[in-house]
């Protein structure tokens, strides 16, 4: 280690920066001649560098870095790109989700970045892992201009200790991010100046136009949602808590259904908060740290997020006071998609290595607005794989601007954008490893009971942690059990400290028989009329599995 006073002139680089830049060079053309490049620098080394170097970036009361991200302050899914190519082009669900690029096409954007970050005085490279399970593993590198991105990918990858550093070796994906330039408009097959494209024959990924992190963060997802299926391995968008008695949960939700706040549970250890992996062996996290929203965020609400936000955090695109630093996370004045990035050994309660057992019990959240599926239903294996591929939630008013009633809201496998293969794929595999290893799926609404929003109430979250204790007790499966019509659900007639009306919609219904009715197959029709999308590959008894009118 040498000693230096801040400020003063670095070292050359260390042999190890020196390697990293002759394999750029060979492998990309980066040239290491007249480009700085600083391999896997320490958090305080990425401090100093994005407050010297970017415009804006600051430090919060905190100790967070505060890194602002320019016009995009979310993901552009309208930019995303597969490349179409030989190696995978029969595997891949083509379609909105996944569009085509021409291989030309790709190799021109790539060429656009690497000519962008060869005239950077600066380039930052991390190399670490995505997934905790070292048999299913894969080496990342990142190579970026920004000290922000390559923080905020310290935090969400792996961390390699030095001795798997020092053998790293040949990454197994790379990601070009070079989103400070723009994507040529006029290149074939761009929509904009934002580009983010995945190439799966070249395992790359090439990054133009954005500088939003979590781009990184989810082109990884994507590509081990690509990856892990074709190893016998089923990725998941998902939240994992482990019990005292090492028993597993998975939960599955789109945004507001409570996924993020019900895993956080003080009872049992976080594995982790959004992407995992299930193989022969059990679970595994894909992630080193944790990506939450902190809008509205506080102490009070949810405070193992707001304690985690400290030294080695990133906040994205918050707002600050100018003398105290301290974050104001009610204002929304940039962005209502405020983020902030954390490693996970910052929440107290993290299981690390973050891998457990094969789950016990898979919870599948919804948000109905509309007040007609009940508090908690058992699944079959049939049902499980329907509802697991609709992927339902409603947006109800005043969530985004235009939104006067409750509106559907289906997203394949609880996460359409990230999905490589065809949704029916990832819906088989977990079905079987259901069936193998005695996992009991359930379907739990976190919304409005008996009523639409405006009318009835939001299901209390005191009466959803109480189904979930009486779920992780066993008590739920061994339940008495009453029949729901249209969705064919199997509803417990009973549940510890939750009043039994409250299990049946039709009992709790603030309105006529008619108007419950009209709700109940409004909601069935938007169910039967999204899931033609998948009819084509689904499975029979996926499809017969669904609500009968």
């Known amino acids: 280690m040498t000693a230096a006073r801040p400020g003063t002139p670095r070292p050359a680089s260390s042999a ?24 896997n620098p320490s958090v305080a080394v990425l401090y100093e560098e994005a407050l010297a170097h970017e415009e804006g970036t600051v430090i919060s009361s905190a100790g967070a870095l505060c890194a602002y991200s ?3 302050t ?3 899914p309208k930019d995303k790109r597969i490349v179409r190519e030989e190696t995978s082009e029969k595997d891949i669900w083509w379609g909105p989700v996944n569009t085509p690029l021409d291989e030309k096409v790709f190799l021109i954007n790539r060429e656009r970045a690497v000519d962008y970050l060869n005239t950077r005085s600066r380039l930052y490279v991390f190399d670490g892992f995505a997934g905790w399970d070292p048999k299913y593993r894969i080496k990342v590198r990142i190579v970026a201009s920004r000290a922000y991105h390559i923080l905020f990918m310290r935090n969400m990858l792996i961390r390699p200790t030095e001795e798997e550093l020092e053998d790293f070796g040949t990454p197994d994906f790379t990601i070009f991010n070079a989103g400070e330039f723009p994507a040529n408009r006029y290149t074939t097959g761009m ?29 990884i997802f994507t590509v081990m949602h690509y990856l892990m299926p074709k190893a016998g391995v089923l990725s998941l968008h998902s939240s994992a808590n482990e019990g005292a008695d090492g028993d597993v949960t998975l939960f599955f939700g789109l945004s507001g259904t409570g996924k993020t706040t019900l895993s956080a549970d003080p009872k049992r250890q976080l594995i982790g908060d959004d992407e995992h992996c299930w193989s022969d062996s059990g679970v595994f996290n894909i992630e080193g740290g944790c990506y939450a929203k902190c809008i509205d965020l506080s102490a009070e609400k949810e405070p193992d997020i707001f304690n985690a936000i400290k030294f080695g955090s990133v906040l994205e695109n918050v707002v600050l006071d100018e003398d105290t ?3 104001d996370y009610s204002d929304d004045f940039l962005t209502e998609n405020t983020r902030a990035s954390y490693p996970i050994y910052h929440i107290p309660n993290a299981k690390i290595p973050c891998m457990g057992s094969h789950p016990k019990n898979i919870i599948l959240l919804t948000c109905d607005a509309f007040g007609v599926l009940p508090p908690v239903s058992k ?16 947006k109800v008013p005043g969530t985004e601007d235009g939104i006067v009633e409750p509106q ?142």
Request: with cysteine; proline share 4%; aromatic share 10%.
């Open 408 to 549: 559907a809201t289906f997203s394949a496998c609880f996460g359409a954008p990230f999905l490589v293969l065809h949704p029916q794929r990832y819906a088989s595999m977990l079905a079987d490893k259901m069936s193998t290893y005695k996992a009991d799926a359930w379907l739990i609404n976190t919304g409005w009971i008996g009523g639409k929003a405006g009318v009835a109430k939001r299901c209390p979250l005191k009466y959803t942690r109480a189904i979930l204790d009486a779920i992780h007790s066993g008590e739920l499966a061994n339940a008495e059990y009453a029949h729901y019509d249209v969705f064919n659900l199997q509803v417990p007639t009973k549940v510890p400290n939750v009043p039994d009306e409250m299990l049946d919609p039709r009992k709790v219904w603030m309105g006529s028989s008619e108007e419950y009715n009209e709700s109940l197959r409004k909601v069935a029709t938007m169910f039967i009329d999204n899931f033609k999308i998948y009819q084509d590959e689904a499975a029979p008894e996926t499809i017969a599995a669904g609500p009968k009118l």
């Open 74 to 76: 979310g993901r552009s």
């Open 379 to 394: 699944l079959t294996s049939a049902q499980a794989m329907y509802h697991f591929i609709s992927g339902y939630t409603t």
């Open 16 to 39: 190890s920066n020196s390697k990293v830049g002759e394999e750029l060079y060979e492998y990309a053309g980066i040239d290491y001649d007249k480009v700085t490049i600083k391999r």
């Open 325 to 327: 630093r301290e974050v």
């Open 191 to 219: 929509t904009s100046t934002t580009s983010v494209s995945v190439n799966f024959k070249r395992n790359e990924m090439v990054i133009l136009g954005t500088e939003y992190a979590g781009e990184m963060k989810k082109g």
């Open 70 to 72: 320019g016009k995009k």
